[in-house]
Nanobody, 129 residues
Framework: QVQLVESGGGLVQAGGSLRLSCAASGRTFSSYAMGWFRQAPGKDREFVAA????????YYADSMKARFTISRDNAKNTVYLQMNSLKPEDTAVYYCAASVGIGVPSPGIAPDERRYDYWGQGTQVIVSS
């Protein structure tokens, strides 16, 4: 079992930056690949980015890879999402998730929510125009 707690969300102006954090407790953090997803009002939850257990491999949704960076610090049991050049359409609740089964995050695997075993409660990001 692992518990995930996101933080770092808030209100930011368009063009600004935020860094989200997701702190994990429970089983060994480095046993999990990690992902970030987001859900905008009235829309389905969508994949943002994923990172392998060691942090050596990452994968991004095409629309976000130029502006977002996922990273992790296994010594701190934390995964991060650095978001730059934010746009109003980035407004959403952002969730982190942990996967036992994902090794190298790849296009056919990382975006599949069913691959993730644990989810955080989410953190709200609002980008004003």
């Amino acid at each position: 079992q692992v518990q995930l707690v996101e933080s770092g969300g808030g209100l930011v102006q368009a063009g600004g930056s935020l860094r989200l954090s997701c702190a994990a407790s429970g089983r060994t953090f480095s046993s999990y690949a990690m992902g970030w997803f987001r859900q905008a009002p009235g829309k389905d939850r969508e994949f943002v980015a994923a990172i392998s257990r060691s942090g050596g491999s990452t994968y991004y949704a095409d629309s976000m890879k130029a502006r977002f960076t996922i990273s992790r610090d296994n010594a701190k049991n934390t995964v991060y999402l650095q978001m730059n050049s934010l746009k109003p359409e980035d407004t959403a609740v952002y969730y982190c998730a942990a996967s036992v089964g994902i090794g190298v995050p790849s296009p056919g695997i990382a975006p599949d929510e069913r691959r993730y075993d644990y989810w955080g409660q989410g953190t709200q990001v609002i980008v004003s125009s």
